[in-house]
């Protein structure tokens, strides 16, 4: 069967947000990390099992590279998809709209227009359960304007106006224009005809206005039939029941099983949002924890060695308790690194020992593995060369488990799995990284390891 629904992410932390709220609504999805590079010469999926899969998600890293890479990498994506046999194809980003009057939002969305030959697409970044809604085109997070969020003090991507429809207007040559809430409370027939109104004046892109998860049911039926959508993870919990409506989706009951989990939990951790910092704080008062030091690593190898001897006296336990290793700090602490090390620098040093640390204690016992933070994932995942995901049951909104090959399992034990949870910086609960592994015991009773 030809899949439904194609998901491009732009970052990898964002893709298995998108798939948690496909599975969630009962479509059984694949995540792959990057594009599947042999399939695209061989006109195949690349050894993937695509037999009982509804929905697949291709995470990039395209959100703060530069436009041309964003949007081939974006193209050869759709191809893909597209190959798979994609009904409707999904642009997922972020749900605080995280971009620069450059990119990437507007031109990847143009550009797929274009590959599609389609001429009009919406754009949907609510998450209202994560606090991200859109009223009058203008985003909010909580109750605050996206420009007072925080967000404005983003490293990347600083967005200093809430105004979608006027932020996506400096990314795009084309038209944009915005499906407001008094359309969207008339119901599904007035927002068609809005959009198609909107389609006769030449509106390539729509901003539309989402209060809640009515809005977003609302949404996804005057949508289902657009060859692509675009938003945050919000509108993928509606569409499903669009596509069981229209006959291309079967019910599914439980579209989140995963096999039992394994081995020994551990916790990577390079975010420094507000929320990783309050997890951190929770999980250091009753589990072992090791801080890692960006100029201590810089000045000698020393620092690194202690982090894995660290781990490893809690692996040699006779009962290993999930442990934390963290780059993590306060915004003072990062401006102290960064101004001795370089704001680049001082990230890559830290991604690289996290990597680092990753493959060596999965290869040595690490079964159950928590990465907090987008980069910071991006940097483990392919350290750990993991080509695909299966998703699981959810921690927190917008977080679920999800297993891939174990990296180090060998011929030997083939069916051997990784679990592996990517935390977006902002999401999950203070207490996430503790009851993280409580929830995948529950969902996914453990093996023993032979
Ligand atoms: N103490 C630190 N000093 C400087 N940079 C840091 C520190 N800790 C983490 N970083 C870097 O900050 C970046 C955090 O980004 P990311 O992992 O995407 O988290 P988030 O999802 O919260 O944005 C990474 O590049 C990481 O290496
Ligand atoms: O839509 C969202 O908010 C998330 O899925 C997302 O993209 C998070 O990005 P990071 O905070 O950079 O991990």
Redesign the pocket.
């Known amino acids: 069967m030809p899949i439904v629904l194609g998901g491009i992410a732009d970052d990898f932390?964002g893709a298995t947000d998108l798939a948690n709220n496909l599975v969630r609504a009962g479509m059984r999805t694949v995540q792959v990390i990057g594009v599947p590079q042999d399939a695209l010469q061989e006109g195949e999926a690349n050894g993937l099992d695509l037999t009982e899969v509804d929905a697949v998600v291709v995470a990039l890293k395209s959100r703060s590279c530069p436009v041309d890479q964003a949007i081939s990498e974006s193209l050869a994506a759709l191809e893909w998809l597209k190959a798979q046999g994609a009904r409707q194809l999904f642009f997922k980003y972020c749900s605080t709209f995280d971009s620069t009057p450059e990119g990437n939002i507007g031109p990847v969305a143009d550009a797929l227009l274009e590959a599609l030959d389609s001429t009009q697409t919406a754009f949907v970044p609510a998450f209202p359960i994560n606090g991200r809604s859109v009223y009058q085109g203008h985003l909010f997070v909580g109750d605050r304007l996206l420009n007072d969020s925080g967000m404005q003090h983003h490293p990347l991507n600083p967005m200093t106006d809430a105004d979608i429809v006027r932020v996506l207007s400096r990314q795009t040559p084309h038209g944009v224009g915005l499906l407001n809430h008094a359309t969207l409370s008339e119901g599904a027939q007035a927002a068609g005809e809005r959009l198609a109104t909107l389609k006769a004046q030449g509106v390539r892109h729509v901003v539309c206005d989402s209060l809640d998860e009515r809005d977003l049911e609302v949404l996804a039926e005057a949508l289902v039939e657009h060859a692509l959508v675009t938003g945050g993870s919000g509108l993928a919990q509606a569409l499903p029941a669009q596509y069981r409506r229209k006959g291309w989706l079967a019910q599914i009951d439980d579209a989140a099983v995963l096999a039992p989990a394994q081995g020994a939990a551990m916790v990577l951790s390079?975010?420094?949002?507000r929320m990783?910092l309050k997890q951190v704080a929770h999980f250091t008062q009753q589990h072992a924890a090791f801080a890692l030091?960006?100029v201590k690593l810089n000045a000698s190898d020393a620092h690194f060695e202690a982090a894995l001897d660290f781990a490893r006296e809690q692996l040699a336990a006779a009962d290993p308790r999930p442990f934390l290793i963290y780059?993590?700090?306060e915004p003072e602490?990062?401006k102290a690194?960064?101004a001795s090390l370089g704001v680049k620098q001082?990230?890559?040093l830290?991604?690289c020992a996290l990597a680092s640390l990753a493959s060596t204690l999965v290869s040595e016992g690490v079964g159950r593995l928590l990465v907090?933070?987008?980069?910071?994932?991006g940097a483990v995942v392919s350290a750990l060369d993991i080509r695909e995901l299966r998703i699981g049951g959810q921690i927190d909104p917008g977080v679920p488990w999800t297993q891939a090959p174990h990296p180090a399992s060998g011929p030997s034990r083939p069916e051997a799995m990784l679990s592996l949870t990517l935390k977006?910086?902002?999401f999950g609960g203070e207490d996430f990284f503790t009851r993280a592994f409580d929830v995948l015991d529950a969902m996914n009773p453990r093996e023993e390891t032979a």
């Open positions: 932390t390079g975010s420094c949002s990783t030091d960006p780059a993590s700090a602490g990062v690194a960064q001082a990230g890559e830290i991604e907090a933070g987008g980069e910071t994932s977006s910086g902002n």
